[in-house]
């Protein structure tokens, strides 16, 4: 049987430090997508740089690299049971930063064995799912399978999203006294807690680590506004928010909470690291 879980798992993405450039992984759901909506295998680059460009930029999260949406359809062949393209990086004269000129008129395809997996048992999903869970913090799943027209197909198939380490959860919890610490809601359903999370303010898809100081717990509300970037936290401990954000709530979730401190633990040995802190406020916050 086709392991995908270890083919796409051998797939190298470009790393800076701590970031990773999400061009392969962006490419892989839309050509998937595409082909789960019934495109035949075989995409002609010129037809799929617009669309793939603007994924790019929608959910590249926060890339600092210039991007590129030629180096995914021509690099990926690097792993050739998974893509293949009509062209060979070796005769360009730039093989390590092909142009876009380079690949014009070329076509990238999936490989045999990956395209029969892909089209059997809706696989296609399962993979989509697995990318998603790998690179992309939780709050923006909906919002790409929307994107990608995947949702309804997703919500019928049994997730196979990552279990969190309950150690997290319930160190985050009660260091938090299990209330948001921006808004301090503390719902229960009789004895039964409704509605806090364990957040992860250095995403795990950023090499973020399931641990106390890289917790934070928050309602639904803030959970997503922080996976988004929408709201940050300064080294000060106080409540930073996007100047991109706006709505007809804005002031009752966000902005009444602005520069006000967040709720810190008790146990200083439990407070958010300063390093993740700095990581969230560069590579997640929208200023």
């Not at 998937?32 to 959910?59: A, C, M, P, R, T």
Request: aromatic content about 10%.
């Amino acid at each position: 049987m086709f392991d995908f879980q270890r083919e796409l798992d051998r797939i190298k993405v470009h790393r800076s430090g701590n970031v990773i450039s999400l061009h392969k992984p962006i490419l892989l759901v839309l050509t998937i997508s595409e082909v789960i909506h019934g495109h035949k295998n075989q995409f002609l680059y010129d037809d799929l740089e617009g669309y793939l460009l603007l994924l790019l930029e929608k959910y590249g999260l926060k890339n600092t690299q210039k991007i590129n949406p030629q180096y995914p359809f021509l690099y990926l062949s690097g792993n050739p049971e998974i893509w293949v393209c009509t062209v060979d990086k070796d005769t360009l004269k730039n093989p390590d930063a092909a142009s876009r000129r380079d690949l014009l008129g070329a076509f990238g395809s999936f490989a045999t064995s990956f395209y029969s997996f892909l089209m059997s048992n809706n696989n296609g999903i399962k993979v989509i799912q697995h990318l998603l869970n790998s690179y992309w913090p939780e709050a923006y799943h909906a919002e790409i399978l929307n994107e990608l027209g995947l949702f309804d197909e997703v919500q019928m198939q049994v997730s196979v999203k990552k279990e969190r380490s309950r150690k997290f959860v319930e160190e985050v919890l009660d260091a938090y006294e299990r209330k948001c610490a921006i808004c301090n809601q503390s719902i229960r359903l009789g004895d039964t807690l409704v509605g806090i999370d364990a957040c992860h303010l250095k995403p795990i898809q950023h090499f973020g680590t399931d641990t106390i100081n890289n917790g934070i717990a928050l309602c639904k509300i803030h959970h997503w506004a922080i996976d988004r970037g929408a709201i940050s936290i300064s080294n000060e401990m106080g409540l930073l928010v996007s100047k991109k954000l706006n709505g007809n709530k804005l002031f009752e979730y966000f902005t009444s909470f602005e520069n006000k401190s967040v709720f810190i633990p008790r146990d200083k040995v439990m407070n958010l690291d300063e390093d993740n802190i700095n990581y969230h406020n560069t590579y997640i916050f929208v200023k």
